[in-house]
Every structure is written in C-alpha cells, then in structure tokens.
C-alpha cells in the first residue's frame, strides 16, 4: 500500500530504504520488481538502499558507501556501447546513452 501511495503523487525523487528488509524472498523480489516497473514507467528518479548484492545488480547506478564514504561508484555498462564490461565509470559512459530509450536493465 505504502508503494502505491509514493508513487501516486508522481514524485521526481523516490527515496527507497532497504525496501525488502522485513519480507520473505519471494515478496521482496516481487516488491522490487513493481518499484523498478513503476520507476521505468513514471520516469522517476529512484534512490534505493540495499544490502541486498542480487538487489544492487539490478541498478543502473551503484555507489558503495564504506565507513561513511563513497568507496566505489558504478554505472552499469549500455548496450549503447558494445563490448563494455558490465561495470564501467559513470564517466566513461556515452554522451547520447539513454537508459528509457536503451533498453539496459
């Protein structure tokens, strides 16, 4: 319900933490299918944490905070750009990548 409700009043920025922490498998895997089907469809922005690694993969940006401090800071790499590694820097990226009209998960 609460999901419903955060998306219904068609946010820029949606702020998501540990959405998944109390739920079983199964409905957390569901629970981040519908946020990341809802994020793609309303466009919005979503910031989500996680512990979750299988959770993490499914970004299209991953930053790793270690003791309070960015450690690590990956884009996943587009289809726009053949032969990339799964992980390339954000800045490596190119200029005409989008990721609504790429297709990349």
Same mark, same amino acid.
């Given at each position: 319900m609460?999901?419903?409700? +955060?998306?219904?009043? *068609?946010?820029? @920025? =949606?702020?998501? &933490?540990?959405?998944?922490?109390?739920?079983? #498998?199964?409905?957390?895997?569901?629970?981040?299918?519908?946020?990341?089907?809802?994020?793609?469809?309303?466009?919005?922005?979503?910031?989500?944490?996680?512990?979750?690694?299988?959770? +993490?993969?499914?970004? *299209?940006r991953? @930053? =790793?905070?270690? &003791?309070?401090?960015?450690?690590?800071?990956? #884009?996943?790499?587009?289809?726009?750009?053949?032969?990339?590694?799964?992980?390339?820097?954000?800045r490596?990226?190119?200029?005409?990548?989008?990721?609504?009209?790429?297709?990349?998960?």
């Amino acid at each position: 319900m609460a999901l419903a409700r +955060a998306f219904s009043i *068609r946010p820029k @920025i =949606l702020f998501a &933490d540990e959405p998944t922490g109390n739920l079983d #498998a199964r409905t957390g895997r569901t629970i981040i299918d519908l946020i990341l089907e809802l994020n793609e469809a309303e466009g919005t922005t979503l910031v989500l944490v996680t512990h979750d690694p299988d959770i +993490a993969s499914r970004a *299209r940006r991953t @930053i =790793l905070l270690s &003791d309070g401090r960015i450690a690590e800071d990956r #884009a996943a790499a587009s289809c726009c750009s053949p032969g990339r590694s799964r992980w390339a820097s954000p800045r490596s990226l190119p200029s005409t990548h989008s990721p609504r009209t790429c297709g990349n998960p």
